[in-house]
């Protein structure tokens, strides 16, 4: 099947810096990847639906100046959670769109 | 808005056993269902796609059906292996490519 990876595959970092997250289709264009993320003991939420050439869109409750998302070319997304507090800490996923839908392995995000 | 809900939230089952896992959801307007295995700290392996128009689908030991009309879907394991130990996700995508998770099933199967 199609490969999706993303990097870092987890990153510490202190409150108050930005963190981008890569997300890269290996084997396939992706007009379109998801981002979702994962707190602990619960299930995945989707936070917003990235579009390559424009603006990503965000799902209700997901603050789009503090999960900034990026698709510049048609195998790359970015999210960047910009100044990053404790209770950003999860686990992110993202999804690109091929002949269906393939997921990354995720990024464990620990905000000191 | 589209609500998923696994039942059992966790299980635990001597090696050998057969089990069902079930997932229901509320709005039946959904392009496919997926089932997928997540090992603790880890990315998700899908399991099983049934898509919107199928009723069910099978891989080894495994077999997931979907009934569309009524909201739910089961995950049939049969002979259960400790190596299936894991959290058992079920997720139905919307005509959007939009996913939406169940809460998961956690799956211990004893030696």
């Known amino acids: 099947g199609a490969v999706v990876s993303q990097h870092p595959s987890w990153v510490i970092c202190k409150s108050g810096t930005s963190v981008k997250i890569e997300c890269r289709s290996l084997?396939?264009?992706?007009?379109?990847m998801f981002w979702y993320r994962q707190f602990p003991k619960q299930s995945l939420m989707l936070m917003a639906t990235s579009n390559e050439g424009s603006k990503a869109t965000y799902e209700q409750g997901v603050e789009k100046d503090k999960f900034l998302i990026n698709h510049a070319s048609l195998t790359l997304s970015t999210l960047t959670v910009t100044s990053a507090h404790p209770e950003d800490s999860s686990f992110y996923i993202c999804?690109?769109?091929?002949?269906?839908?393939?997921f990354g392995p995720g990024t464990r995000l620990t905000v000191l | 808005k589209q609500e998923v809900t696994q039942i059992p939230a966790a299980l635990s089952v001597p090696e050998g056993e057969n089990l069902v896992l079930n997932c229901s959801f509320t709005?039946?307007?959904?392009?496919?269902l997926q089932w997928f295995r997540q090992d603790p700290g880890k990315g998700l392996t899908s399991l099983l796609l049934?898509?919107?128009?199928?009723r069910e689908q099978t891989s080894g030991r495994l077999n997931a059906s979907l009934d569309k009309s009524s909201g739910r879907s089961t995950l049939y394991i049969a002979a259960s292996q400790p190596g299936d130990s894991a959290t058992y996700l079920c997720?139905?995508?919307?005509?959007?490519?939009?996913?939406?998770f169940g809460s998961g099933t956690k799956l211990n199967v004893k030696p």
């Open positions: 709005d039946s307007a959904i392009y496919n």
């Open positions: 084997d396939f264009q992706a007009t379109t």
């Open positions: 049934i898509q919107s128009s199928q």
């Open positions: 999804s690109a769109l091929g002949a269906e839908q393939f």
């Open positions: 997720a139905v995508e919307n005509n959007f490519n939009k996913f939406y």
